[in-house]
C-alpha cells in the first residue's frame, strides 16, 4: 500500500498515530490493527514517511515538523512501496523523546548564549535592538561551530544537513524560535527590504500560525524550527536553494540583517488584522506563480498597524 492509503485509513479512523512514541521527523508512527491466526487481534506499529499537505488538510493530529532524526532509521512503508512492520508484535521501536522545554519567556530558565537573555523579555522593544543583534551574532556562531563538529564525527553529513541539526543542538528553545523567525525573514523576504518591515511580519506570522495549528491539535512536541525545515515549505530551506547559509553568512550590518531584527521587534506589538483571518494565515507564494496548493488556501490581505505588506511579490492564503 502507498503513504496515500494509509492517510486515507487515518482520516476515516480506521488507523490510529501513536502520538505519544512521535517527537516530529518524517516517519509518523502508525498502529494497525491485525488479526492473528487464533483470532487476537493485535496492534502493529508501521512507520509511514509524512506528507505536510496531507497532515495539514487531513490528519491534524501530527505537527508539520522536520526534527532531525536522532534515532536509528525505522523500516517504513514509502509511496509505492509495502510497509514493513516489525515481525514482534511486542517489539517497539522507540522515538527520538528529547526535551520539548517550555518556550515561553517568562518560564524558560536554561542558559543562554550571549546577549540572548533579553529573548526573555516579551515584548522586545527597540532598545533591545542591539542586544538582539548581539544574540543573533552568537546563535549564528554556535550553529556554524556546532555543524562542523558534527561534520567531524560524520563525514557524510553535508554542510546544509550538519547545519539544520545545529540549529537544534546548539541553540536553546527561544534562541531556536528567535533564529527560526528572523533567518526565515531574512531569506525570504529580504529581496522586499526596500518596503518596509510588514512583508516580514507577516511570514512570520504564518509560521507561528502552522506552530499554533499543530499545538492546537493535541500535540507540543513541534516548535518553529520544525516547521521551517519541512521540505519544500520555505523556499531558503529547499535541498536547491542557498538562501539558508546567505542569511546565517550576512554580517549583523547587512540591511536585510537591520529589517529583520526590527521586523521581529515590531511584530511583537503590531495589530494585525482582519482578525480572525490573519491567526488562519498558513501559506504564501509570489504573486507571479500559482502553485498548485495555492488553491486550497483563500487569498487574504492583512495588515499590521494599517500597513498591508506592500512589497508587490507575495500573496498569502489561509485556509
Not at 533564529?179 to 510588514?198: R, V, W
Request: glycine letters at 4%; charged letters at 25%.
Amino acid at each position: 500500500m502507498t503513504k496515500e492509503w494509509y492517510w486515507k485509513r487515518i482520516s476515516k479512523g480506521d488507523y490510529n498515530i501513536d502520538n505519544e512514541n512521535y517527537n516530529g521527523g518524517p516517519y509518523v508512527p502508525i498502529f494497525v490493527p491485525e488479526t492473528q491466526q487464533n483470532g487476537k487481534i493485535i496492534k502493529k506499529r508501521v512507520w509511514v514517511k509524512r506528507d505536510v499537505n496531507q497532515l495539514l488538510d487531513m490528519v491534524t493530529a501530527v505537527p508539520t515538523s522536520i526534527r532531525p532524526r536522532m534515532r536509528p532509521k525505522p523500516n517504513v512503508a514509502c509511496e509505492g512501496e509495502e510497509a514493513d512492520v516489525s515481525s514482534d508484535p511486542e517489539e517497539v521501536i522507540v522515538a527520538d523523546t528529547s526535551s520539548t522545554a517550555d518556550r515561553t519567556p517568562s518560564t524558560y530558565q536554561g542558559e543562554f548564549l550571549e546577549g540572548c537573555p533579553i529573548l526573555k523579555r516579551n515584548p522586545n522593544t527597540k532598545e533591545d535592538y542591539e542586544q538582539l543583534n548581539l544574540c543573533l551574532v552568537n546563535i549564528k556562531k554556535a550553529i556554524k561551530k556546532k555543524a562542523i563538529e558534527l561534520r567531524d564525527k560524520d563525514p557524510s553529513l553535508d554542510e546544509r544537513l550538519s547545519t539544520f541539526k545545529a540549529m537544534y543542538l546548539a541553540l536553546n528553545p527561544l534562541e531556536q524560535r528567535f533564529a527560526a523567525l528572523s533567518l526565515t525573514a531574512h531569506g525570504e523576504a529580504g529581496i522586499l527590504s526596500s518596503f518596509g518591515q510588514e512583508e516580514m511580519m507577516a511570514i512570520m506570522k504564518v509560521i507561528d500560525n502552522r506552530v499554533a495549528k499543530a499545538k492546537t491539535h493535541r500535540t507540543d512536541k513541534v516548535n518553529e524550527l520544525d516547521i521551517i525545515l519541512e521540505p519544500s515549505q520555505f523556499s531558503p530551506y529547499n535541498s536547491n536553494n542557498s538562501g539558508w547559509k546567505n542569511s546565517l553568512n550576512a554580517s549583523q550590518n547587512h540591511k536585510w540583517t537591520k529589517r529583520s531584527l526590527n521586523a521581529y521587534i515590531e511584530y511583537q506589538h503590531a495589530q494585525m488584522k482582519p482578525v480572525p483571518e490573519v491567526d488562519q494565515l498558513t501559506f504564501f507564494h509570489a504573486n507571479f506563480s500559482n502553485p498548485a496548493w495555492s488553491r486550497k488556501a483563500n487569498e487574504q490581505v492583512v495588515s499590521f498597524d494599517g500597513q498591508v505588506p506592500d512589497g508587490g511579490m507575495l500573496k498569502y492564503g489561509r485556509e
